[in-house]
C-alpha cells in the first residue's frame, strides 16, 4: 500500500465547474497536509497546506481534511481552463524523523 | 526575492560517470531537501538538510549523497551513474521547523545519463 493515495486521472471538469480531488494516507500519525500544483514542465508549487480536521478556504480553492477517515481533498470552485495541471498531495509526520511524502499526482483538465 | 535556484538545468552523462548538483535556498530558509522525479515513480525522496545536517533520508543507495554548506546552499552528488538515474532532480528551501512541509521548489536538473 502507498503511503499517499490518489488517482491519477485525468479529471475533466468544464469551465465554472466544482473540481474535487481526493487523497488518502496510510500513516495515522500524519499530522501536516499539503497540496502542490505542477504544470506540465514546471516545478510543483505549493497552494495549500492544512493541520487540522474540517475545511480551509483560500480564494477558489478549499482543503478539506479528515483524520479518521485518513483523506484530505481540494476543492477547485469556478475552475478554469489555467488549472489545468498536476495537483500532489502530501503528508508529513510531524513527529519522528520522516520527510514530506508526495502522492503520484492527479491530472485535472478544465474543457473550455 | 529571489526563488530557488538550481544549476545545472541540464546536463548529460555517460554510465559509470559522477554528477555533482548545487542548490541556492531562498535567503532566510535554512532547510533544503532533495527529490527526485520521474513519469513512472513521481516525486521520491533524497535528503533533508537543516543547519548542515543531514535530518533524513530516503531509500537511494549510497551512490546518492549530499550536504549543506553554512550559507544554507546545498549540493547532491550522483556516483557511479546508472541509466535509471536519468530523471528530474528537483531542490526544495522551507523556513524549516513546523514550516517544513511548505517547499519551494526550483526550476531542478535534469540529468540524462546515456
Known amino acids: 500500500q502507498k503511503e499517499v493515495e490518489q488517482n491519477s486521472g485525468p479529471l475533466s471538469v468544464p469551465e465554472g465547474a466544482i473540481a474535487s480531488l481526493n487523497c488518502t494516507y496510510s500513516?495515522?500519525?500524519?499530522?501536516?497536509f499539503f497540496w502542490y500544483r505542477q504544470y506540465s514542465g514546471k516545478s510543483p508549487e505549493l497552494i495549500m497546506s492544512?493541520?487540522?480536521?474540517g475545511d480551509k478556504e483560500d480564494g477558489r480553492f478549499t482543503a478539506q481534511l479528515n483524520k479518521a477517515s485518513q483523506y484530505v481533498s481540494l476543492l477547485i470552485r469556478d475552475s478554469q481552463p489555467s488549472d489545468s495541471a498536476t495537483y500532489l498531495c502530501?503528508?508529513?509526520?510531524?513527529?519522528?524523523?520522516?520527510?514530506?511524502?508526495f502522492g503520484s499526482g492527479t491530472r485535472l483538465q478544465v474543457q473550455p | 526575492k529571489a526563488g530557488v535556484t538550481q544549476t545545472p538545468r541540464y546536463l548529460i552523462k555517460t554510465r559509470g560517470q559522477q554528477v555533482t548538483l548545487s542548490c541556492s535556498p531562498i535567503?532566510?530558509?535554512?532547510?533544503v531537501s532533495w527529490y527526485q522525479q520521474t513519469p513512472g515513480q513521481g516525486l521520491q525522496f533524497l535528503f533533508e538538510?537543516?543547519?548542515?545536517?543531514?535530518?533524513n533520508k530516503g531509500n537511494f543507495p549510497g551512490r546518492f549523497s549530499g550536504r549543506q554548506f553554512s550559507n544554507s546552499r546545498s549540493e547532491m552528488n550522483v556516483s557511479t551513474l546508472e541509466l535509471g538515474d536519468s530523471a528530474l532532480y528537483l531542490c526544495a528551501s522551507s523556513l524549516g521547523g513546523r514550516y517544513t512541509g511548505e517547499l519551494f521548489f526550483g526550476e531542478g536538473s535534469r540529468l540524462t545519463v546515456l
Open positions: 500513516d495515522r500519525v500524519s499530522q501536516s
Open positions: 538538510y537543516f543547519s548542515e545536517t543531514q535530518r
Open positions: 492544512i493541520y487540522s480536521n
Open positions: 502530501a503528508v508529513k509526520r510531524d513527529t519522528g524523523r520522516r520527510a514530506l511524502t
Open positions: 535567503s532566510g530558509h535554512r532547510s
